[in-house]
């Protein structure tokens, strides 16, 4: 399911047009959308890609280059080894993982915020990448209970295909 997943996301207009991309590595013991098959799709469309790592609170962008060795970090999510910064400031998509998501664009996370942070903190400094949610079509839920500081996304791509919110 996850390459079919991944197939949808590389017809996306959003993904082709786009220059750099954050998305996340996947964590193998979670039941989240495999990354592996997109991330060589995204390195053969010649995407510059940033990966999720977390420091103090805060969810960070950084460069991400395949074949750089990785580590597990604070809660098992892989990191690369020597981490460099990326420019934030030129991100055009943001792919996010789920827990679970509804028709409104709002989702569940692994319960601590560090998306919504991260999300917010980019759009306070004029940055507004697409914000993609990767999930399976099990995951969609009938209203997720969504706080004045969630952040939507803008649509989510499942096995059997694209869902917009905007």
């Known amino acids: 399911m996850s390459r079919m997943i991944a197939?949808?996301?590389?017809?996306?207009?959003?993904?082709?047009?786009?220059?750099?991309?954050?998305?996340?590595?996947?964590?193998?013991d979670k039941a989240e959308v495999s990354t592996a098959p997109l991330l060589d799709e995204l390195v053969a469309m010649g995407k510059i890609l940033s990966v999720p790592v977390i420091r103090k609170s805060d969810l960070l962008s950084a460069v991400f280059r395949q074949g750089e060795p990785l580590k597990a970090a604070q809660f098992g999510q892989p990191e690369p080894e020597?981490?460099?910064?990326?420019?934030?400031?030129?991100?055009?998509?943001?792919?996010?993982?789920?827990?679970?998501?509804?028709?409104?664009?709002y989702r569940i996370g692994y319960g601590?915020?560090?998306?919504?942070?991260?999300?917010?903190?980019?759009?306070?400094?004029?940055?507004?990448?697409?914000?993609?949610?990767?999930?399976?079509?099990s995951q969609m839920v009938e209203e997720v209970p969504a706080d004045p500081w969630d952040e939507p996304l803008d649509g989510v791509v499942h096995e059997h295909g694209i869902i917009r919110f905007t």
């Open 7 to 28: 197939g949808y996301v590389v017809g996306m207009p959003e993904i082709v047009n786009a220059r750099h991309i954050h998305l996340y590595l996947s964590i193998s």
């Open 82 to 105: 020597v981490v460099a910064l990326a420019d934030e400031s030129r991100l055009d998509v943001v792919l996010l993982p789920l827990l679970a998501f509804d028709r409104r664009g």
């Open 112 to 137: 601590k915020g560090f998306y919504d942070r991260f999300l917010s903190r980019l759009a306070r400094e004029g940055i507004n990448p697409f914000r993609i949610g990767l999930a399976f079509s």
